[in-house]
């Protein structure tokens, strides 16, 4: 279980310290998984297969335990970035409203497909399932901020926004 990768690994300070007030939460170290992960991914950009190593050997579980919750959660990264990330809903509502138009436009504004990463590194983008707007359609959000009745040009000043 533990290469080489695992062993380079390991929290910043600030972070270890948000461990283990996480840990401090639950009873059973298996019920931290998800905030764990979450500070994994926060800490290394990403869950590389050595994070979720990492991950695995500091709450004493299987790593192919973990590997199934990171691969489960769309939360979750399992390869690098954009510094902005959009995920855009594709959703049945948000399809007949216009969601594939948004990914169109993105694709053409960015110069990317969707889960590649724009070369300076500032954006990326993916399809959502459902993000739980269907009213609001069609509709992204940055990072974990929700933008509604999106049009081109309402994409165009966003992302403008962000660079």
Same mark, same amino acid.
């Given at each position: 279980?533990?290469?080489?990768?695992?062993?380079?690994?390991?929290?910043?300070?600030?972070?270890?310290?948000?461990?283990?007030?996480?840990?401090?939460?639950?009873?059973?170290?298996?019920?931290?998984?998800?905030?764990?992960?979450?500070?994994?991914?926060?800490?290394?950009?990403?869950?590389?297969?050595?994070?979720?190593?990492?991950?695995?050997?500091?709450?004493?579980?299987?790593?192919?335990?973990?590997? !199934? =919750?990171?691969?489960? @959660?769309?939360? $979750?990264?399992?390869?690098?970035?954009?510094?902005?990330? /959009?995920?855009?809903?594709?959703?049945?509502?948000?399809?007949?409203?216009?969601?594939?138009?948004?990914?169109?436009?993105?694709?053409?504004?960015?110069?990317?497909?969707?889960?590649?990463?724009?070369?300076?590194?500032?954006?990326?983008?993916?399809?959502?399932?459902?993000?739980?707007?269907?009213?609001?359609?069609?509709?992204? !959000? =940055?990072?974990?901020? @929700?933008?509604? $009745?999106?049009?081109?040009?309402?994409?165009?000043?966003? /992302?403008?926004?962000?660079?």
């Amino acid at each position: 279980m533990t290469s080489s990768a695992t062993t380079e690994l390991a929290f910043s300070s600030a972070t270890e310290k948000a461990f283990a007030a996480t840990l401090a939460k639950y009873p059973n170290p298996r019920a931290a998984l998800l905030p764990t992960l979450r500070l994994a991914q926060e800490e290394f950009g990403y869950l590389s297969v050595e994070a979720m190593e990492y991950v695995a050997s500091r709450l004493d579980l299987p790593p192919s335990k973990v590997f !199934q =919750v990171a691969t489960f @959660y769309t939360m $979750f990264f399992k390869r690098p970035h954009g510094r902005h990330h /959009l995920e855009v809903c594709t959703s049945v509502p948000c399809c007949m409203m216009g969601g594939y138009e948004v990914l169109r436009h993105l694709r053409d504004r960015l110069g990317v497909e969707p889960g590649d990463v724009t070369p300076d590194g500032r954006f990326s983008y993916a399809e959502a399932e459902c993000l739980a707007g269907c009213g609001h359609a069609p509709l992204l !959000q =940055v990072n974990s901020e @929700y933008h509604e $009745f999106l049009t081109p040009e309402k994409i165009d000043a966003l /992302l403008d926004s962000l660079e």
